[in-house]
């Protein structure tokens, strides 16, 4: 059974950096991706970051230049390092997994991910 565990969330202020983490279990499959998404009130659950089998990496325009996935070497935690806070980054931070790799757009995409993790809080105020 698949599990991802985010943490790491928290209160910042605006301009501020905050890591959070994704601690994954069951993923037996041999090729996966990592993709981060997140909830701010109101409005839909948006991607902003994947991180292919092989390493590569996509971000949406809104948070490209300031956030970064990484992850341990045994591919058990990735992380989303988040600099330049700003307010509107508020919202609620889920990481997610999808079998195999992603293209053409599909890399940020909500429907693309079948597991799902149960959500951090971050905060960015002025």
């Known amino acids: 059974q698949v599990k991802l565990v985010e943490s790491g969330g928290g209160s910042v202020q605006s301009g501020g950096s905050l890591t959070l983490s994704c601690e994954a279990s069951?993923?037996?499959?041999?090729?996966?991706?990592m993709g981060w998404f997140r909830q701010a009130p109101g409005k839909e659950r948006e991607g902003i970051g994947n991180?292919?089998?092989?390493?590569?990496?996509e971000y949406a325009d809104s948070v490209k230049g300031r956030f970064a996935i990484a992850q341990d070497n045994t591919r058990s935690t990735w992380y989303l390092i988040m600099r330049d806070l700003k307010v509107e980054d508020t919202a609620i931070y889920y990481c997610?997994?999808?079998?195999?790799?992603?293209?053409?757009?599909?890399?940020?995409?909500?429907?693309?991910?079948?597991?799902w993790g149960q959500g951090t809080q971050v905060t960015v105020s002025s």
């Open positions: 069951g993923l037996t499959y041999n090729s996966y991706c």
């Open positions: 997610a997994s999808a079998i195999g790799r992603l293209y053409g757009g599909a890399q940020l995409l909500r429907l693309s991910y079948q597991y």
């Open positions: 991180l292919d089998p092989d390493g590569t990496t």
